[in-house]
């Protein structure tokens, strides 16, 4: 009987596969470092032994550029402890900000700014009036006929 993780792994042995295995050290990579760049990397591959980092944050990108060490030393623990994860000699680490993400916060901006919120009218316009003052009696009846125009 064959166990699941046995099914993986000669499924991600084939020739169609190899991507996965790169993939799941990208993730093993991910999950060796702190929870703080963890969420600020969006994902990362490897391209002519550079391994490009992308951030969701402008915030970010200084402070993971001057932990850059701390990423070698992570890759270099990852190939000597695990044999799946055989990352190429990396000789430069850059981090970029994607276009992607860019965009939707602008496109979310405008959004909000377009925008008007409609709601339901959560008023009967069943109250009293109990002031002397012509002006103040004026007003609320004003507002009644608001309200009751915006109930119709």
Known sequence: MKTSSSIIALISNQPQFRLLTTHICYGKFLALLPPRFRTSIAYIYIKDSTLFMAITHPGMKMELNYNLDLFKSILAMI????????FPKIDKLM???PKYN???SLDNQKESETTVPY??????ANFELNTKDSE???AYENIKKAILCNLS
Do not use: A, P
């Open 136 to 138: 103040l009696q004026q």
């Open 95 to 97: 981090t970029f900000i």
């Open 102 to 104: 860019q965009q939707i």
């Open 119 to 124: 709601y339901s009218e959560k008023s009967t």
């Open 79 to 86: 190939n000597e402890r695990d044999c799946l994860c055989s």
